[in-house]
């Protein structure tokens, strides 16, 4: 999980790195509700490569002091929110990745069934 800044001072989000995933998780929430799995999918392209950087800058040398009283509990009043949010995408996600799962499944079994039995093209009528 990113926190505001490892016990070093190395700071893993900047409050505008924050601000930009707060609002990146608020449109992945509006593309959850409206079933756009491909546009959902691009935006958490674009949360992830954000939390891959402040992750990749945790792993160097603190570049930073630490963060002043109000940045941290300013990311992490963002941080609380960005998670309320990821647990109402995932409401939608989840559902509707049970829903493909099984719908896949089915496929698979009928293929099975055609290439075992044929496609029924050739039974009388």
Do not use: F, H, N
Not at 11 to 25: C, D, I, K, M
Not at 34 to 53: F, K, N, S, T, V
Not at 105 to 125: F, H, I, N, W
């Amino acid at each position: 999980m990113i926190t505001p800044a490892q016990k070093t001072g190395t700071r893993l989000l900047s409050l505008q790195e924050g601000r930009a995933l707060l609002a990146l998780y608020e449109s992945m929430l509006e593309m959850a509700r409206a079933r756009d799995w491909e546009r959902l999918a691009e935006i958490e392209r674009q949360a992830a490569a954000i939390r891959d950087a402040a992750s990749a800058r945790s792993q160097g040398p603190a570049e930073t002091g630490p963060p002043e009283a109000g940045e941290i509990k300013a990311l992490a009043e963002l941080l609380i929110r960005i998670q309320i949010l990821d647990r109402e995408i995932r409401g939608y996600i989840e559902p509707a990745r049970e829903q493909a799962r099984q719908q896949l499944t089915a496929e698979v079994k009928s293929r099975a069934v055609r290439a075992a039995y044929g496609d029924g093209a050739d039974a009388p009528g």
